[in-house]
Protein backbone atom coordinates (compact mmCIF):
# COMPACT_ATOMS: atom_id res chain seq x y z
CA UNK A 1 0.00 0.00 0.00
CA UNK A 2 1.62 3.54 -1.15
CA UNK A 3 0.91 6.04 1.35
CA UNK A 4 1.71 9.83 0.53
CA UNK A 5 1.24 12.36 3.26
CA UNK A 6 1.44 15.75 2.87
CA UNK A 7 2.10 18.96 5.79
CA UNK A 8 2.94 22.46 6.27
CA UNK A 9 -0.15 24.14 4.21
CA UNK A 10 -1.77 26.87 5.74
CA UNK A 11 -2.81 30.49 5.84
CA UNK A 12 -0.02 33.21 4.36
CA UNK A 13 -0.12 36.78 3.40
CA UNK A 14 0.93 37.97 -0.07
CA UNK A 15 5.29 37.75 -0.46
CA UNK A 16 5.28 35.08 2.33
CA UNK A 17 6.75 31.94 2.58
CA UNK A 18 5.51 28.25 3.54
CA UNK A 19 7.23 25.21 3.09
CA UNK A 20 5.18 21.60 2.57
CA UNK A 21 6.09 18.29 3.00
CA UNK A 22 5.42 14.89 1.62
CA UNK A 23 6.41 11.57 3.44
CA UNK A 24 5.92 8.30 1.44
CA UNK A 25 5.57 4.82 2.42
CA UNK A 26 5.04 1.64 0.42
CA UNK A 27 6.76 2.03 -2.39
CA UNK A 28 10.64 1.92 -3.84
CA UNK A 29 10.82 6.19 -3.14
CA UNK A 30 13.75 6.47 -4.66
CA UNK A 31 13.52 4.59 -7.88
CA UNK A 32 10.71 7.39 -8.90
CA UNK A 33 10.22 10.85 -9.52
CA UNK A 34 8.35 13.23 -7.76
CA UNK A 35 5.57 16.00 -8.55
CA UNK A 36 3.75 18.57 -6.95
CA UNK A 37 0.04 19.68 -8.31
CA UNK A 38 -2.43 21.79 -7.38
CA UNK A 39 -6.09 22.56 -7.69
CA UNK A 40 -7.86 26.08 -6.90
CA UNK A 41 -11.87 25.97 -6.70
CA UNK A 42 -13.54 25.50 -10.13
CA UNK A 43 -10.22 25.11 -11.91
CA UNK A 44 -8.55 21.78 -12.90
CA UNK A 45 -5.50 20.23 -11.49
CA UNK A 46 -2.13 21.53 -12.39
CA UNK A 47 1.27 20.75 -12.73
CA UNK A 48 3.42 23.12 -10.17
CA UNK A 49 6.77 21.50 -9.83
CA UNK A 50 8.43 17.90 -10.12
CA UNK A 51 11.66 16.37 -9.65
CA UNK A 52 13.77 13.09 -10.91
CA UNK A 53 14.85 10.35 -8.86
CA UNK A 54 17.66 11.34 -8.03
CA UNK A 55 16.92 14.90 -7.23
CA UNK A 56 19.43 16.10 -9.74
CA UNK A 57 16.42 16.95 -12.37
CA UNK A 58 13.72 19.50 -11.51
CA UNK A 59 11.04 21.29 -13.15
CA UNK A 60 8.54 23.98 -12.83
CA UNK A 61 5.58 25.57 -14.01
CA UNK A 62 6.27 29.08 -15.20
CA UNK A 63 3.93 30.28 -13.02
CA UNK A 64 6.14 29.34 -10.09
CA UNK A 65 9.56 29.34 -11.33
CA UNK A 66 12.22 31.70 -9.45
CA UNK A 67 9.65 31.55 -6.39
CA UNK A 68 9.26 27.43 -6.17
CA UNK A 69 11.80 25.12 -4.92
CA UNK A 70 11.34 21.19 -5.14
CA UNK A 71 13.84 18.97 -3.21
CA UNK A 72 13.94 15.41 -1.76
CA UNK A 73 15.44 13.29 0.54
CA UNK A 74 15.77 9.50 -0.40
CA UNK A 75 16.94 8.32 2.43
CA UNK A 76 14.00 9.78 4.78
CA UNK A 77 11.41 9.27 1.37
CA UNK A 78 10.48 12.92 1.57
CA UNK A 79 9.87 15.34 -0.92
CA UNK A 80 9.66 19.29 -0.36
CA UNK A 81 8.51 22.37 -2.12
CA UNK A 82 9.56 25.31 -0.66
CA UNK A 83 7.28 28.60 -1.92
CA UNK A 84 8.13 31.80 -1.38
CA UNK A 85 6.78 35.32 -2.75
CA UNK A 86 3.47 33.94 -2.59
CA UNK A 87 0.73 35.64 -4.29
CA UNK A 88 -3.18 34.90 -4.15
CA UNK A 89 -3.43 33.19 -7.13
CA UNK A 90 -1.20 30.38 -5.34
CA UNK A 91 -4.24 29.66 -3.33
CA UNK A 92 -5.07 26.22 -3.98
CA UNK A 93 -5.19 22.53 -2.25
CA UNK A 94 -1.55 21.22 -3.65
CA UNK A 95 -1.53 17.69 -3.56
CA UNK A 96 2.46 15.54 -3.64
CA UNK A 97 1.90 12.52 -6.12
CA UNK A 98 4.59 9.48 -7.47
CA UNK A 99 5.46 9.49 -10.58
CA UNK A 100 5.60 6.13 -12.83
CA UNK A 101 8.80 7.29 -13.81
CA UNK A 102 12.28 8.27 -13.33
CA UNK A 103 11.71 11.12 -15.11
CA UNK A 104 11.20 15.01 -14.07
CA UNK A 105 9.81 15.74 -17.69
CA UNK A 106 6.23 14.18 -16.42
CA UNK A 107 3.90 17.22 -16.27
CA UNK A 108 0.62 15.47 -16.74
CA UNK A 109 -1.33 14.38 -13.80
CA UNK A 110 -1.76 10.66 -16.23
CA UNK A 111 1.93 9.93 -15.35
CA UNK A 112 1.41 9.83 -11.60
CA UNK A 113 0.33 6.91 -10.19
CA UNK A 114 -0.21 7.39 -6.37
CA UNK A 115 -1.77 10.71 -4.55
CA UNK A 116 -1.64 12.29 -1.37
CA UNK A 117 -4.81 13.89 0.40
CA UNK A 118 -3.67 17.49 -0.43
CA UNK A 119 -2.98 20.01 1.84
CA UNK A 120 -4.46 23.82 1.92
CA UNK A 121 -2.60 26.99 0.95
CA UNK A 122 -4.14 30.24 1.50
CA UNK A 123 -2.80 32.92 0.41
CA UNK A 124 -4.38 36.53 1.59
CA UNK A 125 -3.73 39.41 0.19
Known amino acids: QVQLVESGGGLVQAGGSLGLSCAAS????????MGWFRQAPGKEREFVAA????????NYADSVKGRFTISRDNAQNTVHLQMKSLKPEDTAVYYCASGRLGSATMTSARFYSYWGQGTQVTVSS
Open 26 to 33: GRSFSNYA
Open 51 to 58: INWSGIGT
